[in-house]
């Protein structure tokens, strides 16, 4: 081969790639999980939603001396709710 066309053939584009089926992505997305896609899981009623939460519940639990705590996200409706709830039982004063 001549050096001429080593250069041309060595300055060709990769030869092209057709795109993927939409519906080989359409099955990959359904394989992944809401967190993966960019969705939130509402730890209260398992509603999957975009974008921020709204809220965000507090668990605490122990394991020897190890306290641990964990945010879960929560809906607009359930974070409302709980809210609520939980301003009602601090206007009666109950502690339960």
């Given at each position: 081969?001549?050096?001429?066309?080593?250069?041309?053939?060595?300055?060709?584009?990769?030869?092209?790639?057709?795109?993927?089926s939409p519906h080989e992505i359409l099955s990959e997305l359904d394989?992944?999980?809401?967190?993966?896609r960019g969705l939130q899981v509402c730890?209260?009623?398992?509603?999957?939603?975009?974008?921020?939460p709204a809220g965000r519940g507090l668990l605490?639990?122990?394991?020897?001396?190890?306290?641990r705590f964990e945010e879960p996200a929560l809906c607009r409706s359930c974070a409302k709710a709980i809210t609520v709830a939980g301003n009602a039982l601090l206007e009666d004063g109950s502690d339960e």
């Open positions: 081969m001549r050096p001429e066309c080593a250069k041309l053939e060595a300055m060709s584009p990769p030869p092209r790639v057709p795109p993927p394989e992944m999980s809401p967190e993966a730890d209260a009623c398992g509603q999957r939603f975009a974008g921020k605490m639990w122990t394991r020897g001396e190890d306290v």
